[in-house]
């Protein structure tokens, strides 16, 4: 990542790479992310926020030693990076982001490649069915509020 891709006032990064034009986007920062950008700004000299480690004027390449060294320092369950991925998709559908939107914020061109990605737990299913359950039940009462209503206006008493 290249200084000239951040733009903190705005909140973002652009991406110019990718298979697809959709992959090459404006990635939008969380606090977190915006404050680690803000950070490796101050305290990088090259142009690269995140530089190889023998060579500064160069781009890190991978970081798969770094992840997994980390993973291990940290006791946590063995995970690839790709599966963080998976996993903002995910909370990403269960906070209640539309296909669209989630599809532009992973780079995907199409809808279905979000369904790859994007899997609801048990536990959110189930709220959803409550959502549905609360929303029918409320559009019932609008109705009987209605009908309740037209019948006033037309001096029928309801029971």
């Known amino acids: 990542m290249k200084r000239e891709q951040v733009n903190l006032a705005a909140g973002h990064v652009f991406n110019p790479y990718g298979k697809t034009k959709a992959a ?8 977190r992310a915006k404050e680690v950008c803000e950070r490796r700004m101050s305290e990088v000299k090259g142009c690269y926020l995140f530089p190889h480690e023998n060579k500064p004027d160069r781009p890190m390449l991978k970081v798969n030693n770094a992840h997994q060294g980390a993973v291990r ?4 369950q063995p995970f690839r990076l790709y599966d963080l991925r998976h996993t ?4 990403a ?8 939107t989630l599809a532009a914020m992973l780079g995907h061109a199409r809808i279905q490649m979000v369904l790859r990605y994007a899997h609801p737990t048990d ?3 189930a709220q959803a069915v409550k959502r549905l359950e ?3 039940a409320a559009q019932q009462i609008k109705e009987f509020d209605r009908l309740r209503s037209d019948a006033r206006s037309l001096h029928f008493p309801l029971q």
């Open 24 to 31: 090459k986007r404006r990635v939008n920062l969380t606090v």
């Open 73 to 76: 320092r940290s006791g946590v």
């Open 88 to 91: 903002f998709a995910s909370r």
């Open 93 to 100: 559908a269960m906070a209640g982001i539309d296909l669209v």
């Open 123 to 125: 536990g959110h299913q």
């Open 134 to 136: 609360e929303f029918n």
